[in-house]
């Protein structure tokens, strides 16, 4: 088996995951299991699954939070004092006992638990979810030892992410389910995981319409809850809708520019997708002077600068806010129940390269092998930095202006948007992007209520799990998030690394935030021990690759 560390950076090997992408020829000889078929190209670069759980104490017979301010995820404003009674792995009390800057009434707090938190001071919110995650990716692979599952499970953890969706499954979904079923056991360190499987991309496994509805068939049975497409020939991809509505499947779609001139967002929520990733397809929904996006003269999507230089110039070809037909396509989307989990953190460094490529927490929390999956390369998907200009960053800002104005206006009509980050591409590290999200969404307008009702309720909502998560109430899953600051008040106390304040007695910056305690099925995680877990892999990682004389600097 050959050492995936000492493997030749050929184009051939760098080519692969930005082929797979774009949808290049690719045949195998046997025809691989369906929901498996990018990860059986991979081989032994599969990252390394999860280890046996070490870390979390519980669940408790009855445990108790003592003293906390509650922001329960519906969109209530916070409340508190309360006790917050957990039994097992479900909440069984929230009690309110006491008034702000008065002591706690004795008298009205719940009985003593097996296990106490004081966490008086401190703010309790919901789990947090990620509607748009890849558990690593061998993508990483042609740059050395992939990122493994526990490295990419506990940052998730200790920035208090409890649940993901896993949009692809693309290291199998054999693989995503093994996973899956070790995390709802509780047998790993890991977020509870909803796998989609990918569909198969249009040269890699070319389905007629019988073959496609086959193939959904056989992975609603193999155990994904929702597919995820990339495009289609329109026939096909009406029928493999068509046959998810009849198995009752989720599913989601990055309509890739080599197939949205055929079918953008609306055509598809139409035929029955239930929602979208990014943006690719809403703004040619909106077209209302040309059907094709205005592709320059020697444009090539096989350019990753191209790719991402044309798309960041796309919403300003679009309707105007307001207009007629921005109203029309947006209140048809709403109708249809169609939610947008818009992953604005993934695409952040293409207005802002040097801000995402300096982040305080990549010297130690990066992994070396997806720092250097990051950097330039022509034949590595997102590495598109060849000669990122001022008007590349530019056009971006202005992109993002529009799409965000299209965010809080779908919003604010009563459409549904969801917080999903995409980490493991383009500078964004697992959980830190994912607080990122949560910024840029409050920069879009949603109020900070609104922000945290997008990142626990609404993702609960998409994944037909808000009986079981996405709130703080009574018969739900002990899914809680405890930490010192109000997020409300600066979502940067969610980053691991904290947030900067001057201490104005000793005028000194200290850090301030972080997450304390992550809590899932009961189970009470330090999540500083899961941020120590993490560093020390990424150090040891950069010391062995150092000693075979690899470069392992995030800088």
Do not use: C
């Not at 999540?527 to 120590?532: K, M, Y």
């Amino acid at each position: 088996m050959t050492d995936p560390t000492r493997r030749t950076l050929s184009l051939s090997k760098l080519a692969l995951p930005i082929l797979l992408l774009v949808g290049a020829t690719h045949a195998t000889a046997q025809e691989p299991t369906p929901g498996n078929e990018m990860a059986v190209l991979f081989g032994d670069a599969i990252p390394k699954k999860a280890p046996p759980r070490t870390r979390g104490e519980g669940p408790y017979d009855r445990l108790v939070i003592r003293g906390a301010t509650l922001i329960d995820g519906t969109g209530a404003p916070p409340i508190g004092p309360v006790d917050i009674v957990v039994e097992n792995d479900r909440i069984a009390e929230v009690v309110s006992v006491g008034y702000p800057e008065l002591p706690i009434s004795e008298a009205r707090r719940p009985a003593r638990g097996t296990h106490e938190i004081d966490a008086e001071g401190m703010f309790v919110i919901p789990g947090l979810i990620d509607t748009h995650t890849h558990i690593s990716t061998s993508q990483q692979a042609v740059y050395g030892v992939p990122s493994p599952a526990e490295y990419v499970f506990k940052l998730w953890m200790s920035h208090g992410i409890t649940s993901v969706r896993d949009v692809g499954s693309v290291n199998g979904l054999e693989w995503t389910l093994d996973q899956m079923r070790k995390s709802d056991d509780n047998e790993i360190t890991a977020p509870r995981i909803y796998p989609y499987a990918m569909f198969p991309l249009v040269e890699f496994l070319r389905l007629n319409v019988d073959e496609a509805r086959r193939w959904m068939r056989r992975v609603a049975e193999g155990g994904a809850i929702g597919v995820k497409f990339l495009g289609a020939a329109p026939d096909v991809m009406e029928a493999a809708l068509d046959e998810a509505k009849k198995l009752g499947l989720k599913t989601t779609m990055h309509h890739a520019q080599n197939n949205v001139a055929r079918v953008n967002v609306m055509t598809s929520a139409r035929w029955g997708l239930t929602s979208m990733e990014h943006w690719y397809g809403l703004p040619e929904a909106l077209f209302e002077d040309r059907t094709i996006q205005d592709y320059p003269i020697g444009y090539n999507y096989n350019d990753e600068q191209d790719r991402f230089g044309q798309a960041g110039r796309l919403w300003l070809q679009a309707a105007e806010p307001g207009s007629e037909h921005w109203n029309a396509v947006r209140d048809e989307l709403i109708a249809l129940d169609f939610t947008l989990s818009p992953t604005l953190t993934i695409y952040e460094a293409s207005r802002d390269l040097m801000r995402a490529r300096r982040a305080e927490w990549h010297d130690d929390y990066t992994w070396p092998t997806l720092w250097r999956f990051f950097q330039p390369n022509r034949a590595a998907h997102g590495a598109y930095w060849f000669y990122w200009t001022t008007h590349d960053e530019i056009a971006w800002k202005k992109n993002y202006a529009r799409w965000m104005e299209f965010l809080e206006d779908y919003k604010n009509h009563g459409g549904r948007v969801t917080a999903g980050s995409d980490s493991g591409f383009i500078y964004n590290t697992y959980g830190f992007g994912y607080v990122r999200e949560l910024e840029l969404l409050q920069e879009a307008g949603f109020h900070p209520l609104e922000v945290l009702r997008a990142a626990t309720l609404d993702g609960a909502e998409l994944l037909d799990a808000v009986g079981d998560i996405g709130s703080v109430e009574r018969g739900k899953k002990a899914d809680l998030v405890i930490l010192p600051e109000d997020p409300l008040a600066n979502w940067k106390v969610l980053y691991g690394t904290g947030a900067m304040k001057l201490d104005d007695e000793t005028q000194k910056v200290t850090r301030v935030g972080k997450v304390t305690w992550t809590i899932k099925d009961g189970i009470v995680y330090d999540a500083e021990q899961l941020r120590a877990d993490v560093r020390k892999m990424v150090t040891e990682q950069k010391r062995i690759e150092a000693t075979k004389g690899q470069s392992s600097s995030n800088q």
